[in-house]
């Protein structure tokens, strides 16, 4: 079974530009979410898709972050213009709906974004 | 007020002999699910370990074992025989269950970098 596949893998952009982060679940996963995790922490939930619906994303910088999730299988994140303090890893989960707290993420490799 | 607490920045071990990582966790929901991910320096996120609430018995998977202390909100992560591979960072996370307000996301700690000397 293919894993989260995200790209690209590595960005590097100077502040102000914009990028864009794409990422394709476990094929049948239902739920997907973006995390962005800055160096030296924990991963921070950005937003939560159940099918091609917001579920929560209420830790997103709505300002400048964007997310679809068009026909409810890969998903798009977008930074218009990018701050340095966006510079992280953005990871990209799925899994399948279960409705309980034992419902397992999976992540993909992560695209390292580095903002100059 | 944080919800998962990892307190070890930084854990050494001795190939072959077993470590503990220690996580605690705060919620009022009666409902939720405890998880360890092991991060290499690649960058992925790999799923280790899920302990449930309810679960009576302690999670084991292979080397890996929770020891899971629910009066002291303690979900420590024991890994025995430790190998050179399994020098990595390994973060404790959280998901709240359905009678949660943050249902659905897990709610990672700051981690704790181990290293396997051989």
């Known amino acids: 079974e293919a894993g989260v596949a995200q790209s690209p893998r590595y960005k590097i952009i100077e502040k102000r530009q914009s990028v864009a982060f794409w990422c394709n679940p476990i094929?049948?996963?239902?739920?997907l979410y973006w995390y962005q995790q800055i160096l030296g922490q924990g991963p921070k939930l950005l937003i939560q898709?159940?099918?091609?619906?917001?579920?929560?994303d209420s830790q997103l910088p709505k300002d400048r972050f964007s997310a679809e999730r068009l026909k409810g299988v890969d998903s798009t994140l977008k930074i218009q213009p990018a701050k340095l303090e966006d510079s992280a890893v953005y990871l990209c989960?799925?899994?399948?709906?279960?409705?309980?707290?034992?419902?397992?993420?999976?992540f993909g490799p992560g695209t390292r974004l580095l903002v100059l | 007020a944080q919800k998962i607490t990892q307190t070890q920045p930084g854990m050494f071990v001795q190939e072959k002999e077993a470590v503990t990582l220690d996580c605690t966790y705060d919620t009022s929901d009666p409902s939720y699910g405890l998880f360890w991910y092991k991060q290499p320096s690649s960058g992925e996120m790999i799923f280790l370990i899920y302990?449930?609430?309810?679960?009576?018995q302690n999670a084991t998977e292979g080397r890996y074992s929770l020891n899971f202390q629910k009066a002291r909100k303690s979900a420590n992560l024991v890994i025995s025989a430790s190998q050179l591979g399994d020098s990595a960072m390994y973060f404790c996370?959280?998901?709240?269950?359905?009678?949660?307000?943050?249902?659905?996301?897990?709610?990672f700690g700051q981690g704790t970098i181990l290293t396997v000397h051989p």
């Open positions: 898709f159940q099918n091609n619906g917001v579920v929560d």
């Open positions: 996370a959280m998901r709240e269950g359905a009678g949660g307000t943050s249902y659905g996301k897990l709610t």
């Open positions: 302990q449930g609430s309810y679960d009576q």
């Open positions: 094929s049948g996963h239902a739920t």
């Open positions: 989960a799925s899994s399948s709906y279960l409705g309980t707290s034992g419902e397992t993420q999976y």
